[in-house]
C-alpha cells in the first residue's frame, strides 16, 4: 500500500543553505546518503500514514488548509534526537502551525491509523540535516554542528505539500488560495506568481494585521 505524508518544503535562500548543509555533513562524516536519494530539506506536518480513500484525504487536506493564509514559524538553532539518532535544524512552531497541524490531525485521523508521534500533544517540528547515524558518527556530527553558528530567522510557510509515495501529489498555495495538481505545484510561472504576491505591499499588511491580531487574541484568551 503506498503510503502518504504531509510536509512544508523550503524554498530559496533558506533551501539553498540547508541543503549545502547536508551535504557538507554528508561529504565530511562519509555518510553516503545524498548519493541514494536527493535531499529536500523539509518540515515534516503529518508522518507517513496509510488510506484507502485518497477522494477524503484531499478534500481535507484542502479544506484545512483553506482555513488559514500565511502560516509563520521560527528557524532557530540545532538539536538531535538521542532514541532515532538524528541532527536537525530546530523550528519553533507558531502558535497558527500547530492549530494548522492539529486541524489536519482531527480530521485524517477520523479514517486512517497515525503515527504515536502525531498523536502525542508535543510538536518537535524540526528540518533533518541527518538521519540514522551510526553511534560514533553521532556523536561527531553532533559535536561538529555544535560548532556551527547558530540560523535564527523568522519564515512564512505559503504552501503545504501532500505526498503520495515519494511524489508531490498536491500542493495547496496559502497566498493564491489555491490546490494545486503535481504539473502546477513545479511550475516556476505559478511559483513566482505566488512570490509576487507575498512582496506586495497588500499582502505584508495583511501580515502584519494578522500578526497584530493574534497577539490580541492571546491577551483576551489568557
Excluded: W
Excluded at 485518497?54 to 528557524?75: P, T
Excluded at 512570490?195 to 494585521?209: D, F, V, Y
Amino acid at each position: 500500500m503506498v503510503h502518504y505524508f504531509i510536509e512544508f518544503r523550503f524554498q530559496g535562500k533558506a533551501k539553498h543553505r540547508m541543503k549545502q548543509l547536508i551535504y557538507e555533513v554528508d561529504k565530511r562524516f562519509r555518510l553516503g546518503y545524498t548519493k541514494r536519494k536527493r535531499p529536500i530539506p523539509h518540515i515534516t506536518i503529518i508522518a507517513p500514514f496509510y488510506t484507502k480513500n485518497q477522494k477524503q484525504l484531499v478534500r481535507d487536506f484542502n479544506n484545512a488548509c483553506s482555513k488559514y493564509s500565511l502560516i509563520k514559524f521560527k528557524i532557530k538553532g540545532y538539536g538531535h534526537f538521542d532514541n532515532s539518532r538524528i541532527v536537525y535544524i530546530n523550528i519553533e512552531p507558531s502558535r497558527e502551525m500547530k492549530e494548522f497541524r492539529k486541524e489536519l490531525i482531527r480530521k485524517i485521523g477520523k479514517y486512517t491509523k497515525l503515527k504515536d508521534y502525531d498523536n502525542s500533544k508535543t510538536y518537535s517540528a524540526h528540518s533533518t540535516i541527518a538521519m540514522k547515524l551510526p553511534p560514533a558518527k553521532f556523536e561527531k556530527i553532533k559535536r561538529y554542528i555544535k560548532k556551527k553558528k547558530e540560523p535564527s530567522t523568522n519564515y512564512s510557510m505559503v504552501r503545504a505539500t501532500l505526498i503520495k509515495g515519494n511524489k508531490i501529489l498536491y500542493e495547496y498555495d496559502f497566498l493564491l488560495r489555491k490546490l494545486l495538481n503535481r504539473r502546477q505545484a513545479k511550475s516556476k510561472k505559478i511559483y513566482s506568481r505566488t512570490l509576487k504576491k507575498l512582496r506586495t505591499p497588500s499582502q505584508k499588511t495583511i501580515t502584519k494585521e494578522l500578526g497584530l491580531f493574534s497577539k490580541l487574541k492571546r491577551l483576551f484568551l489568557r
